[in-house]
C-alpha cells in the first residue's frame, strides 16, 4: 500500500494515524486515495511503514524508544515534530499540529480499540476542535463526528444512527429518525441517543441548542 503525493492542498482531509486497533486495507486505501498529508503518531510509524504507506509528517512526545535516524532512512522526506507537552494527547497534538497550517479537515484513523481509556478520550476530545476544523474518525464499524450547526444527510432506512453527549446537550431537535427527539436533553452517563437509525429513505436532520453532541454512523 502507498501514497503517492502528487497534489498538495491543505483544503483536502489530512490523515492523521494514531496507534490503537488498525482499521481494514480496504478502509485505509480509500482514505489515501487523494493523497493527502499523512501525519503519524509516535510509536505507530512502524506499523505504518510495514504497510509502505508514504509519511510526511511523525508527531509525538517520543518517550519511548524510537531510532529517528532508522525511520528517516526507510522516510525520506520526513518531518519529525517533537512534542513533548505531556498535559495534551498525542492526537490533540496532531490536530493542532494541522490546524496551526491550515488545514481544513482530518480523517482520523486507529484512534480507537485496543485501550478502553485511549478510545474514550480520542472519541470525546474532538468535540473541543469542531469549530476549527472538520474531524472524522473511522474504523471498520463506525464513523464519529461532532456535531456543528444543523447536520443533514440523506441515509437509506434502517441506517443506524446513535448521538452521544459529551457532558449535557440541550435542546435537541431532529427529523428522519425513528425515534426523534423534540427540543430535549441528553446527558453522558445518563441519556444518551444510542442505536437510533434513519425511519426511511430520505434526509435526517440533527440540531442542538448548546453542548457537544457526536454523531456517529455505526455498522455490524
Given at each position: 500500500m502507498s501514497s503517492h503525493h502528487i497534489v498538495r492542498d491543505e483544503q483536502e482531509p489530512a490523515l492523521l494515524i494514531a496507534n490503537g486497533e488498525s482499521c481494514s486495507d480496504e478502509l485505509l486505501g480509500q482514505l489515501l486515495e487523494w493523497s493527502p498529508v499523512v501525519v503519524v503518531l509516535d510509536r505507530a510509524i512502524w506499523r505504518v511503514l510495514d504497510l509502505d504507506i508514504k509519511v510526511d509528517v511523525l508527531l509525538g512526545d517520543f518517550?519511548?524508544?524510537?531510532?529517528?535516524?532508522l525511520i528517516r532512512s526507510k522516510q525520506y522526506p520526513l518531518e519529525?515534530?517533537?512534542?513533548?507537552?505531556?498535559?495534551k494527547t498525542d492526537l490533540e497534538k496532531g490536530i493542532e499540529y494541522l490546524i496551526d497550517r491550515g488545514h481544513s479537515a482530518v480523517n482520523i484513523v486507529w484512534a480507537t480499540?485496543?485501550?478502553?481509556?485511549?478510545?474514550?478520550?480520542n472519541m470525546t476530545n474532538i468535540v473541543r476542535y469542531k469549530d476549527q476544523i472538520k474531524v472524522v474518525m473511522l474504523d471498520d464499524y463506525s464513523r464519529i463526528f461532532p456535531l456543528v450547526g444543523t447536520y443533514e444527510k440523506?441515509?437509506?432506512?434502517?441506517?443506524?444512527?446513535s448521538l452521544v453527549p459529551v457532558g449535557t446537550v440541550e435542546g435537541i431537535v431532529t427529523g428522519g429518525l425513528k425515534y426523534n427527539l423534540n427540543n430535549e436533553s441528553l446527558m453522558l452517563g445518563y441519556r444518551?441517543?444510542?442505536?437510533?437509525?434513519?425511519?426511511?429513505?430520505?434526509?435526517v436532520r440533527i440540531s442542538a441548542r448548546s453542548g457537544d453532541l457526536l454523531i456517529m454512523e455505526c455498522w455490524d
Open positions: 518517550d519511548g524508544d524510537l531510532d529517528l535516524d519529525v515534530v517533537h512534542t513533548p507537552d505531556q498535559d480499540g485496543r485501550r478502553a481509556d485511549h478510545s474514550l478520550t440523506w441515509y437509506e432506512a434502517g441506517t443506524p444512527l444518551s441517543g444510542n442505536s437510533n437509525e434513519a425511519a426511511q429513505d430520505g434526509f
